[in-house]
């Protein structure tokens, strides 16, 4: 599981800032961090890892709902822009480009313009392990 979330975060997270070489390839890090949104320490399941990465859309108007996810989840805003109110914390917006770590506390994210929002979130879990929790009595889990 570890090996697996490791690779990559590498991946994902690597620690320059730009890299290129003479195949014309650059990379450029988005995101580098050893934290949740929120400030606590990255921490991932125990048994067998599992990384599914989905495409999330809201509509203009439309939100996630409260929510919380029990692994590291990051993030990516394909298009568009999100507000998201978390437990104890200011509410911060995302715009097209930024990348970050979801919080763990519970939040909901907030589409207050008039594009769709797309919005690339990769979660770092284990098998059998569901990705996002729901208040009780509330729509269910996606």
Known sequence: MRA????????LLSPATALA???GLTAQTLL???TTG???PLKYPDGQARISALLVEL???GETGLHRHPMPV????????VTVSA???PDRVFKAGDAFVETIVWHNGRNLGKNPVKILAIYLGADGQMRVEKPQNSDGHY
């Open 32 to 34: 580098d961090t050893v």
């Open 38 to 40: 929120d400030g606590k």
């Open 74 to 81: 990051v993030g990516y805003i394909v298009s568009g822009e």
């Open 4 to 11: 697996a979330a490791l690779l990559l975060t590498g991946l």
């Open 59 to 61: 509509a203009p108007g």
């Open 87 to 89: 437990q104890g914390l």
């Open 21 to 23: 070489d003479a195949t």
